[in-house]
Antibody, heavy 133, light 112 residues
Framework: QVQLRQSGPGLVRPSQTLSLTCTVS??????????WTWIRQHPGKGLESIGL???????HYNPSLQSRVTISLDTSKSQFSLRLNSVTAADTAVYYC?????????????????????????WGQGTTVIVSS | DIVMTQSPLSLPVTPGEPASISCRSS???????????LDWYVQKPGQSPQLLIY???NRASGVPDRFSGSGSGTDYTLEISRVEAEDVGIYYC?????????FGQGTNLEIK
């Protein structure tokens, strides 16, 4: 049974860097069928996508955070990480990591591609991060 | 970004009664491969969100069959045939057609 375990500080000083890690167990992080994503939830609010990373290392970031965010993958440690620079009080939120499944297979014989997507099936437990001096 | 709009935002339901949540996207979520990239998630009190429905109408593993999803293009619906007490939570739709993935505001389902 795959699990995502989040770790990282719950308190970050303004202007510093928020760093969180998500450790994957029960399945391989080294599969091209998965992508790995970070999502946050401001207090009492809805969900906001921060960005995601594919097995290839390709990333997509929310344009609203792109200048400050980095998501990376460490397959040797079965981890992926979030770094958010220059934080302010507006970055106070619960941060979630999650695994999505999406891949394509191709049939040379039939000359067509097959598309598979199964949503964000596995989530971490969430980390409350408060930005305060 | 694709804007997702849910209604209602609050949904009181009597146990055993049906419930329905609507989700509308600012542009079609129908991809050229024929799939509608719309998911439904529920966040139960004090928990992380969990997947209910993917690609508009496919139940995730372990999801009871009283949950069903439908829709195409820009309009989608999550239906619960008979609400149970354990269904309390905030329900979100999410589009996965293009990044950044975006969520609806959430619908708070509560038991009357």
């Amino acid at each position: 049974q795959v699990q995502l375990r989040q770790s990282g500080p719950g308190l970050v000083r303004p202007s510093q860097t928020l760093s969180l890690t998500c450790t994957v167990s029960g399945d391989s992080i080294n599969s091209d069928r998965y992508f790995w994503t970070w999502i946050r939830q401001h207090p009492g609010k809805g969900l906001e996508s921060i960005g995601l990373i594919y097995h290839s290392g390709a990333t997509h970031y929310n344009p609203s955070l792109q200048s400050r965010v980095t998501i990376s993958l460490d397959t040797s440690k079965s981890q992926f990480s979030l770094r958010l620079n220059s934080v302010t009080a507006a970055d106070t939120a619960v941060y979630y990591c999650a695994r999505g499944t999406e891949y394509t297979s191709s049939s040379v014989l039939l000359k067509r591609s097959y598309y598979y997507y199964y949503g964000l099936e596995v989530w971490g437990q969430g980390t409350t991060v408060i930005v305060s001096s | 970004d694709i804007v997702m709009t849910q209604s209602p935002l609050s949904l009181p339901v009597t146990p055993g009664e049906p419930a329905s949540i609507s989700c509308r996207s600012s542009q079609s979520l129908l991809d050229s491969n024929g799939y509608n990239y719309l998911d439904w998630y529920v966040q139960k009190p004090g928990q992380s969100p969990q997947l209910l429905i993917y690609l508009a109408s496919n139940r995730a593993s372990g999801v009871p069959d009283r949950f069903s999803g439908s829709g195409s293009g820009t309009d989608y619906t999550l239906e619960i045939s008979r609400v149970e007490a354990e269904d309390v939570g905030i329900y979100y739709c999410m589009q996965a057609l293009q990044t950044p993935y975006t969520f609806g505001q959430g619908t708070n389902l509560e038991i009357k």
